[in-house]
């Protein structure tokens, strides 16, 4: 069975920095493309952050572009998203997804439908207050 397990999630004041996980189990996630995506309240599910599989291109939301960095550890099973400089408009639940597959970018990281990503963890929750 295949399953996601996201962690890290916390809360943080603005200017500050979190590490979320992602820990895949019943598959290996070396040939899985991975996407991060958030929801906030009243809001829309949106796309943060892709990771492909084999070719390693990346796709981030323009909100994020040089404070949130996507990677994944294979000896571990395991992806990360590090969001640094976070800001009151990034507060949401954050979830990641994934697809044994090539994902096309920016098109499939951006409309978060669970077609284009089959599994999905449960989400964790950020929050930014001072």
């Known amino acids: 069975q295949v399953q996601l397990v996201e962690s890290g999630g916390g809360l943080v004041q603005p200017g500050g920095s979190l590490r979320l996980s992602c820990a895949a189990a019943?598959?290996?996630?070396?040939?899985?493309?991975i996407a991060w995506f958030r929801q906030a309240p009243g809001k829309e599910r949106e796309g943060v952050s892709c990771?492909?599989?084999?070719?390693?291109?990346?796709y981030y939301l323009d909100s994020v572009k040089g404070r949130f960095t996507a990677s994944r550890d294979n000896a571990k099973n395991t992806v990360y998203l590090q969001m640094d400089n976070l800001s009151p408009d990034d507060p949401a639940i954050y979830y990641c997804?994934?697809?044994?597959?090539?994902?096309?970018?920016?098109?499939?990281?951006?409309?978060?439908?669970?077609?284009?990503?089959?599994?999905w963890g449960q989400g964790t929750q950020v929050t930014v207050s001072s």
């Open positions: 997804a994934a697809v044994d597959r090539v994902v096309r970018m920016p098109t499939e990281c951006q409309r978060s439908r669970e077609r284009d990503f089959p599994s």
């Open positions: 019943g598959f290996t996630l070396d040939y899985y493309s």
């Open positions: 990771l492909n599989a084999n070719d390693g291109r990346t």
